[in-house]
C-alpha cells in the first residue's frame, strides 16, 4: 500500500481551463534476498482541478494498493514518487519478510484505511476485494482515542484438515489484553 500526501505535490495553473493540473507517478522494485526483481509496480496519477477542489484534495492523500504474492522468503521494496509538475522526486526502501507455512496460512495482518463500494466485479486475484468491496489499507497506524478500528486479514485453509477452522483475535495494548474474540471462518471462496 502506497501513500502519497497531495498537500506536499505542486500545481500547475490551467488558466484556459480554469484548473490546475497535479501529477504524481509511483514505481516501486521488489527484490528477492538475492537483488533480483520479482514485481513491479507502476503507475501514473494525473489530476485537474478546480480552486475550490484543489484546496479540499490538498488534505487528502493519493492512496494506491496492489497485493503480492510471495514466495517465503527475505524481500525489498524500492520505491520512488515523482512529483511531475515540480519535477522533484522522493525515494525510500523497506524490507521486510515473507514466512513459510505449513498448513493453515494467514496473510499480512492490515489497519483498515477504509470499506469501498465496488462499482465492477470484484477482482478474485485481489484479496483485497471480496463480494462487492475493497478494503484500502490504512499506512498510518497511530490511533487516536477512542477509536474503534477494523483490521483485515485473509486466512488460507488447509486443504488436508477436514476440521473446519476457528479464529481468535487478541488485541493487546501495552502487553496488556484490551480485546479478544473468537470466531467460525466463512467457508472458503472460489480462490481458496
Same mark, same amino acid.
Not at 187 to 191: E, G, K, L, N, R
Given at each position: 500500500?502506497?501513500?502519497?500526501?497531495?498537500?506536499?505535490?505542486?500545481?500547475?495553473?490551467?488558466p !484556459?481551463? =480554469?484548473?490546475?493540473?497535479l501529477? $504524481?507517478?509511483?514505481?516501486?522494485? @521488489?527484490?528477492d534476498?538475492?537483488g533480483?526483481?520479482?514485481d513491479?509496480?507502476?503507475?501514473?496519477?494525473?489530476?485537474e482541478?478546480?480552486?475550490?477542489?484543489l484546496?479540499?484534495?490538498?488534505?487528502d492523500?493519493?492512496?494506491?494498493?496492489?497485493?503480492?504474492?510471495?514466495?517465503p522468503?527475505?524481500?525489498?521494496?524500492?520505491t520512488?514518487?515523482?512529483?511531475?509538475e515540480?519535477?522533484?522526486?522522493?525515494?525510500?526502501t523497506a524490507?521486510?519478510?515473507?514466512?513459510? !507455512?505449513k =498448513?493453515?496460512g494467514?496473510?499480512? $495482518?492490515?489497519l483498515?484505511?477504509? @470499506?469501498q463500494?465496488?462499482k465492477?466485479?470484484?477482482?478474485?486475484?485481489?484479496?483485497f476485494?471480496f463480494?462487492?468491496?475493497?478494503?484500502v489499507?490504512?499506512?498510518?497506524?497511530?490511533?487516536?482515542?477512542?477509536?474503534?478500528?477494523?483490521?483485515y486479514f485473509?486466512?488460507?485453509p488447509d486443504?488436508?484438515?477436514?476440521?473446519?477452522?476457528?479464529?481468535?483475535v487478541?488485541?493487546l495494548?501495552?502487553?496488556e489484553?484490551?480485546?479478544?474474540?473468537?470466531?467460525?471462518?466463512p467457508?472458503?471462496?472460489?480462490?481458496g
Open positions: 500500500a502506497f501513500e502519497i500526501p497531495a498537500a506536499t505535490l505542486a500545481a500547475t495553473p490551467a !484556459q481551463q =480554469g484548473k490546475q493540473r501529477h $504524481v507517478a509511483l514505481l516501486a522494485l @521488489v527484490k534476498a538475492n533480483n526483481v520479482v513491479k509496480i507502476s503507475q501514473d496519477f494525473p489530476y482541478f478546480t480552486d475550490d477542489q484546496r479540499q484534495a490538498r488534505t492523500s493519493i492512496r494506491y494498493t496492489r497485493p503480492l504474492s510471495l514466495a522468503g527475505h524481500y525489498s521494496v524500492e520512488a514518487v515523482l512529483d511531475r515540480s519535477n522533484k522526486t522522493s525515494t525510500d524490507e521486510f519478510e515473507v514466512p513459510g !507455512q =498448513g493453515l494467514m496473510s499480512s $495482518v492490515v483498515v484505511q477504509s @470499506v463500494q465496488l465492477s466485479p470484484a477482482d478474485a486475484a485481489n484479496p476485494e463480494n462487492d468491496r475493497r478494503i489499507p490504512a499506512i498510518d497506524t497511530d490511533l487516536k482515542p477512542g477509536a474503534q478500528p477494523y483490521i485473509v486466512v488460507y486443504k488436508t484438515n477436514a476440521e473446519k477452522p476457528k479464529i481468535q487478541e488485541v495494548h501495552d502487553g489484553s484490551v480485546a479478544k474474540q473468537t470466531a467460525d471462518l467457508a472458503p471462496d472460489a480462490s
